[in-house]
């Protein structure tokens, strides 16, 4: 959540050929526009990063109000949306947040749940319900709102998740004919339902491949995990590559990546594995990222996958089938000309994906719900 919302304040404060990229809504010139962030924290950071303009401590006494205060000092509010960062049970104090708001206000719904609790349901509907417009990432999570939840369907638009250009230069020798060791790579927060032990098991069923591939395993435990069980997922992880017998092909690497090294080590990759356990997962931003990067991608069946893979930019495999996977590495390993199709696709579709396309729509819906405020102030 942090990493997407850095991103999406970068892109919607980067110049343009044209001048600063912001919105003029009306209160001074262009470049008087400003982006700024509320970043809720377990404690006060005494030196926050840029453009935060202020800092929602969870357990404070008015924390919400306060947090709604400095919201209101901006033409939009664009709330970002997922149970588990707000206070209270399922984050339910974010409601105390859209409730208090006086300025129009943009939901980004990172999780639509098909069987939420009661409670969560509650959270959701009456968050659409003060919120002026709904934000969802993909098509699937759109349907699953209108479906399965009380909101008003001309609310919701649909802008991807957004992505960094990794793109390789025109000179790039990737997808060629693979001759060299050939690199599977899976990052991101690791924690269970990541299925990377699944990646682990078909490696072994890769083993006669030559020349042999290895699967890079990239990112930190996520803070939560880490908290509650330590590096126990991890180990287990180093512990079965060794009983599986590819220990020397699967290498870990728990560092947090910046972006020039997360760019290097995507274009190190010839194929980018999703092997996660999870049915419900309508947004991937790991996923976007791989497409966007035009890597081929080989992917357990969720819905994001299913929707954003359709035109042939991977493949689509069963959840919890290491024979599955193995397959379809082999596949874009051996079978002629399907890496570079699948390369070729995943670079037609990237466009529209990056987070300079993303913000100029997240632009326009924020002056569009702005106009439509106006019209109905003074109706």
């Known amino acids: 959540m942090a990493t997407f919302t850095d991103s999406l304040v970068g892109a919607l404060t980067a110049p343009t ?76 104090d974010v409601l105390e947040v859209v409730r208090a708001l006086r300025v129009p206000a943009i939901a980004v719904l990172h999780t639509v749940l ?4 009661t409670q969560q349901r509650m959270i959701l509907e009456e968050l659409a319900r003060h919120c002026a417009a709904l934000v969802t990432m993909t098509q699937t999570a759109r349907q699953r709102l209108i479906e399965h939840y009380a909101v008003d369907p001309s609310k919701v638009s649909v802008i991807p998740h957004g992505a960094t250009a990794h793109q390789p230069g025109p000179h790039s020798t990737r997808h060629q004919p693979i001759s060299r060791t050939p690199v599977i790579l899976t990052w991101g927060l690791l924690g269970e339902g990541k299925g990377i032990e699944w990646g682990i ?33 991890r180990t287990g992880l180093v512990r079965r590559a060794a009983q599986r017998g590819v220990a020397n092909a699967v290498h870990f690497d728990a560092r ?42 080989v992917s357990t069946d969720f819905p994001h996958a299913r929707e954003l893979l359709s035109s042939g930019a991977g493949l689509l495999v069963d959840r919890e089938s290491p024979t599955a996977i193995a397959a379809a590495l082999r596949q874009v390993f051996t ?45």
């Open 201 to 233: 098991d078909a490696m072994a069923q890769l083993a006669d491949l030559r020349p042999a591939a290895h699967y890079r395993v990239v990112g930190q435990t996520h803070p939560r995990v880490l908290a509650r069980h330590g590096e126990s997922y």
């Open 335 to 379: 079978e002629p000309g399907l890496a570079a199709r699948m390369s070729a696709e995943a670079k037609r579709i990237a466009p529209d994906l990056l987070w300079p396309a993303v913000s100029r729509k997240y632009h326009a819906l924020a002056a569009e719900t702005l106009q439509a405020d106006a019209k109905l102030a003074t109706a």
């Open 114 to 117: 098909v069987t939420p609790t």
């Open 17 to 92: 050929e044209t001048g600063f990229a912001t919105v003029d809504f009306g209160q001074g010139p262009p470049t008087a526009r400003t982006v700024g962030v509320v970043a809720i924290v377990d404690s006060p950071e005494p030196a926050p990063r840029p453009l935060v303009t202020h800092q929602w401590e969870r357990s404070a006494r008015r924390g919400a109000a306060i947090a709604a205060a400095a919201l209101n000092r901006f033409d939009v509010a664009i709330i970002q949306h997922e149970y588990g960062i707000y206070s209270g049970r399922d984050g339910v």
């Open 256 to 297: 947090y990546l910046s972006s020039d090294e997360l760019h290097r080590l995507i274009q190190q990759a010839d194929v980018v594995l999703l092997p996660y356990d999870s049915r419900e997962q309508v947004t991937s931003g790991v996923l976007i990222e791989a497409v966007a990067a035009g890597k081929p991608v």
